[in-house]
């Protein structure tokens, strides 16, 4: 790439991803669909201030 330091270090990793060609432009899949996020979010909860005195990381699932 040839860059010198100074701008290497300035570049974001999205930058520095698209220069160096390891970047494609939409990224394979997408984003998760609410199923797939909620999934995730039961499989890693939160365990910090937010997930209550126990840290029991429930997830609150919108009513439809």
């Known amino acids: 790439m040839r860059l010198d330091p100074k701008t290497f270090w300035a ?3 999205l ?3 698209i220069a160096s060609g ?3 432009e939409a ?3 997408g984003a998760p669909d ?3 996020l909620l999934a995730l979010m039961r499989s890693y909860p939160d365990r ?3 997930a ?3 840290g029991g990381g429930a997830v609150a699932t919108p009513d439809r």
Do not use: F, V
């Open 15 to 17: 930058e520095l991803a």
């Open 48 to 50: 910090g201030r937010m």
């Open 22 to 24: 390891l970047h494609a």
């Open 11 to 13: 570049m974001t990793p």
């Open 52 to 54: 209550g005195a126990a």
């Open 34 to 36: 609410r199923n797939a």
């Open 27 to 29: 990224p394979a899949g």
